[in-house]
């Protein structure tokens, strides 16, 4: 299934709190219940500030995931992209999360020059490690107790893909 991937714009604020307003969308990311249309317009609206780059992943016209790319301002540290990522629980594990992934690999790569391109997810979410796997992420180690969530803390998992291992496999 092939999804149209467009840059965010304003009018996609509503769609976007629909989805990070979703439980499991909740407990997997570091987003907080109940996100309002204003906080998601003044998120997009900022992000040229922030060095954050989004995009959204389209299916036949409706909104149906979305990828934040998280550039560094430190100069040290510029050559580090990190990303967050969402897909509205209806239409998970139909490959809309790979797509958009493959497609901020290739932006972060191809375009912003970056060596390494990092993420954290949940210990316990198993379904995205398997999937960032498959997309050639390594593990490289476990944050004890790194993030809140459902009342307590929850260890997360630090993964990345070095631009030698994107450029290596035959990748655009």
């Known amino acids: 299934?092939?999804?149209?991937?467009?840059?965010?714009?304003?009018?996609?604020?509503?769609?976007?709190?629909?989805?990070?307003g979703q439980p499991d969308t909740q407990q997997n990311t570091l987003?907080?219940?109940?996100?309002?249309?204003?906080?998601?317009?003044?998120?997009?609206?900022?992000?040229?500030?922030?060095?954050?780059?989004?995009?959204v992943a389209e299916l036949d016209g409706l909104v149906v995931g979305n990828i934040t790319l998280f550039?560094?301002?430190?100069?040290?540290?510029?050559?580090?992209?990190?990303?967050?990522?969402?897909?509205?629980?209806?239409?998970?594990?139909r490959g809309i999360a790979?797509?958009?992934?493959?497609?901020?690999?290739?932006y972060?790569?191809?375009?912003?020059?970056?060596?390494?391109?990092?993420l954290s997810v949940f210990a316990d979410n198993q379904a995205a490690i398997a999937l960032y796997k498959r997309l050639g992420f390594v593990i490289e180690g476990t944050q004890r107790q790194a993030a809140f969530k459902k009342g307590r803390y929850h260890d997360t998992i630090m993964m990345s893909k070095l631009a030698s291992?994107?450029?290596g496999k035959g990748s655009k």
């Open 108 to 118: 972060a790569f191809n375009w912003l020059a970056a060596q390494r391109v990092e």
């Open 98 to 106: 790979r797509q958009l992934i493959e497609f901020g690999l290739d």
């Open 165 to 167: 291992e994107y450029f």
């Open 31 to 55: 987003q907080l219940p109940c996100p309002s249309v204003e906080l998601w317009e003044q998120k997009i609206i900022n992000y040229p500030n922030v060095g954050h780059i989004g995009f």
């Open 71 to 93: 550039t560094e301002k430190v100069i040290r540290l510029k050559h580090v992209v990190s990303f967050g990522i969402a897909v509205d629980g209806h239409f998970t594990r």
């Open 1 to 20: 299934m092939n999804v149209n991937i467009r840059a965010v714009t304003r009018e996609d604020a509503a769609r976007l709190a629909e989805i990070y």
